[in-house]
Each structure stands twice: as C-alpha cells, then as structure tokens.
C-alpha cells in the first residue's frame, strides 16, 4: 500500500545548554492524554493515535524496536487494510475506491500546563518518522486557553531510517512563542494528517520523552547593597552582601582596599571622586560578578575676612562676635556634605574721649543691642545716636 521514496540524508547537530525542566511527560501514563480528536476530514479507514509500546522508546540515536516495555504516542493503521503494529500507517489506495485513509487527528496533553514566572520556553522530545513530507506528516500544536483554540507551532520533519528499515530515534527542539510563557492554561499537542494518494514510507510518526523547558538560572548570583552610593569625603559607607549560592567572595572598593569576607567591614574614602566596588561571588564551578559605582562628594571650604565697628552678627551661623578673632564653623551644603568656612573677624574699638572727638556730631543717646538707654560702660557693645541722624555700634574696650 505504500510506496518507498527516497531519503535523503538529515543530520542533526546536538546542543547541550544548562536548563530548567517546567514539565515532561514520557507516555508511561496514557490517561495523560486525549486522542484521536478529529482536526479535519477522516476516511472509513483513517490511522489512530495509540500510546502503548508496540513502537517502542528509544534514546535518540537508536532504531526502533518494538515491544520493549517504553511507551510512545504514535501514528498506528486500523481496519480491514491495516498491516502490523507500530508507528505504520495506511497510506490509502490512490483513489482506487477500496480504501479511504485520508486522516486528520489530534493527540494533546489533558490537563494544563503552569509556565507561571517563566520565560524564553522551548519544547523538544525524541521522535522517528517518514511519511511523505508535505502530504503525509505530524505538527505539533500548543494552545494557549486550556485546549479551545489550537496554533500550528512546527511541522515535525522527515527523520533518517537504519540499515534496517526500522526508523531512527532523533532528538528535536522548537522554541514555543512568548504567549506560552507565565501562564497557567498552557496545553500541548501533536496533529497527523495523511492523504489518500498511496504513498509515503512507514515509520508514520511517533513522539516520546516530550519536554517544555526554560534557560537555567545562573547557579550563583553575585549583588550587594550600599548604605549610601554617593558620601561625603572622609565618610565610611556599609556594604550588605545579598548574592546567593556562592560559597567565596573577591571585593574590590576602587581605593586600593580588598577583603574576601563575605560581609566586608566598612570603607571609607578620604578623596572626592567615583570609585568601583565589585564582588566576585562563586561556588565551586562558577562565578557571577556585580559592580557599582560609589560617588564621594567633595567638603567645600571658604574664608572670609571682616572688620566691624563693635560686636558682629556672623550670617553663617547667627552667632555674635564681640571679640576680635578666627572663628570656624561648618554647615550642610548642596550636595549634603559639610562646608567649613573660617571667619577672620577684625572689631574695631576705641576709647570714650575718641566718641567726644570735635569732627563728630552731638551725641544724643546711648543704648544696649536691643535698644535700652545706657550709660557708657567699659566692655559693653552699645549703640551710639548723633544728632545727625547716624548710629554708631562700638565695643568700650577702655
């Protein structure tokens, strides 16, 4: 009922990537699964989908055999015209009108898949197959609402056979769309359809070992945190280590300091500027790296010189200055670092025969800072009124 086209060479290049398993199903439970759902139009002699171990599986790279206790989904003939076991298929009668085999079914996994807080998924699984490419072949299906709408995700293409005949075990790996990632209604499936033109080549299609799996997750993971990211010249800042799976760990903090600590005691910058710090977290097989990048903030410093007739109200501080002196004092800036501004303060001071000076006018009143008549006191800041209108502050040093 079949007959034999020609094969040409397939060669399949294996991978091996580090990944993470999100589900697999070997068909050892066949109730796993639903077949035999009709996709389309099925002849009186339409080929099944059969779990069972009549076509046995076997890793890739080996042929098939039949009966040796592995369970596969394959694609099995029935009816009056149908001949062995196994993934052999009725390939029709050509139109002769004896044999109607025109198939198309869908096997699919039963329940939902959960691909919640995953990403970047791929489904890949063991097969042999011939067919005849384009009329007689497998797809494999994925749907994204729990089974009621069904997308194509892949034709399944001819495998190689053995010297044998039989047909040679393969593994294959198809990236599934974005849409199958962190849902919880993820189903899959795999669809055979066949014409009734007579040919195509046995074995039909059978699928084992079915796996949805996602990149691995680094094994270590190297982060930190800093008490502050950008302090002041002459601060010292605290380092917590929040990386996971390492069992060693390299700081460097941009100043020439290191520690292999795995909580660092703190560290301190005496110099404005951007600085590093990295840590080279590992375990015994590999290792992650995170930096960065700290900020010391520059102090500002200043100086300013001021002479004055009497006491002095500093601006800076709000202080009161009667002496003459140098005075320091430091407040918050800008960038919340200290300024340090020094005060050279220079107070004028006189005797009370100088006041009484002929080129000065009458003086009419004497009072303290806040306004209170006085006489003139040794010692004492004052505020001197003259007849011209003008106030005079002195200090009474004699």
């Not at 439970?29 to 080929?47: F, H, K, Q």
């Not at 099995?76 to 198939?103: M, P, R, S």
């Not at 919640?116 to 749907?143: A, M």
């Not at 009161?320 to 919340?336: E, K, M, P, R, W």
């Amino acid at each position: 009922m079949k007959s034999l086209l020609p094969i040409l060479p397939l060669f399949f290049v294996s991978f091996s990537f580090a990944q993470n398993v999100v589900w697999q199903d070997d068909f050892e439970t066949p109730a796993n699964w639903t077949l035999n759902i009709t996709s389309g139009t099925n002849g009186l002699d339409a080929n099944v989908w059969v779990i069972s171990d009549a076509e046995g599986g076997v890793a890739a790279g080996g042929c098939g055999v039949a009966s040796n206790g592995n369970k596969t989904l394959h694609v099995g003939c029935q009816g009056a015209w149908c001949v062995g076991t196994g993934a052999t298929y009725n390939a029709g009668d050509g139109g002769l009108g004896f044999i109607d085999a025109v198939t198309n079914k869908r096997a699919y996994f039963a329940s939902n898949i959960n691909t919640l807080n995953t990403q970047n998924l791929s489904i890949e699984f063991d097969y042999i197959g011939i067919g005849q490419q384009g009329f007689d072949f497998g797809t494999v299906l994925y749907s994204t609402d729990g089974g009621s709408t069904w997308n194509n995700l892949q034709t399944i293409s001819p495998a190689q056979t053995c010297a044998s005949g039989q047909g040679l075990w393969s593994h294959v790996s198809f990236p599934l769309p974005a849409q199958c990632a962190n849902i919880n209604n993820l189903r899959i499936g795999f669809q055979w359809q066949n014409d009734n033109d007579g040919a195509g080549s046995d074995p039909s299609l059978a699928i084992n070992n079915v796996k949805i799996t996602s990149p691995a997750q680094p094994s270590v993971t190297a982060s930190f945190t800093l008490s502050s990211d950008a302090p002041c010249m002459g601060d010292c800042i605290s380092i917590a280590n929040t990386s996971a799976g390492a069992s060693t760990y390299a700081w460097s903090f941009g100043n020439g300091q290191s520690s292999n600590l795995q909580n660092p005691p703190q560290v301190c910058y005496a110099a404005p500027g951007t600085y590093n710090v990295q840590l080279i977290a590992c375990d015994a097989n590999t290792c992650d790296t995170s930096t960065t990048a700290v900020t010391v903030q520059p102090l500002l410093t200043g100086t300013v010189n001021v002479t004055s007739q009497g006491s002095y109200t500093w601006p800076f501080n709000g202080m009161v200055y009667s002496s003459s002196g140098t005075y320091v004092d430091t407040a918050s800036n800008a960038n919340a670092c200290d300024s340090v501004v020094t005060l050279i303060l220079t107070i004028n001071t006189g005797s009370i025969g100088e006041l009484m000076s002929p080129s000065t006018s009458a003086l009419t009143r004497i009072t303290d800072l806040a306004g209170r008549e006085m006489d003139l006191t040794k010692g004492q800041v004052m505020l001197l009124y003259y007849s011209d209108g003008s106030i005079k502050r002195i200090y009474i040093k004699e």
